[in-house]
């Protein structure tokens, strides 16, 4: 079993950055690949970045491709997700997960945190 609690969310301008962050305790974090997913009002869960379990390997939306970046320190148990020149569009509830595989579809992903809500102002 794995618990995620997200943090970091909040209310920024359009081109503004945030940094999210997700703690993860239980069994052995650095085992497991993490993703973030996001959700807005009326839409469905979406892919935003995963990172393998070293930290070797990212992947990224499209949509957020040289904006957001994805690391973790597995000595923390923390996952990261910077994200750069924010958009309105970028509003939502963001979620980080986590799975014993690096994968970039929701229903892959075993765990899962609360959630922490990004609401860019245009």
């Known amino acids: 079993q794995v618990q995620l609690v997200e943090s970091g969310g909040g209310l920024v301008q359009a081109g503004g950055s945030l940094r999210l962050s997700c703690a993860a305790s239980?069994?052995?974090?650095?085992?497991?690949?993490m993703g973030w997913f996001r959700q807005a009002p009326g839409k469905e869960r979406e892919f935003v970045a995963a990172?393998?379990?070293?930290?070797?390997?990212?992947v990224y939306a499209d949509s957020v491709k040289g904006r957001f970046t994805i690391s973790r320190d597995n000595a923390k148990n923390t996952v990261y997700l910077q994200m750069n020149s924010l958009k309105p569009e970028d509003t939502a509830v963001y979620y980080c997960?986590?799975?014993?595989?690096?994968?970039?579809?929701?229903?892959?992903?075993?765990?899962w945190g609360q959630g922490t809500q990004v609401t860019v102002s245009s």
């Open positions: 239980g069994r052995s974090f650095s085992s497991y690949a």
């Open positions: 990172i393998n379990w070293s930290g070797g390997r990212t």
């Open positions: 997960a986590a799975n014993p595989f690096l994968g970039s579809t929701f229903r892959e992903y075993e765990y």
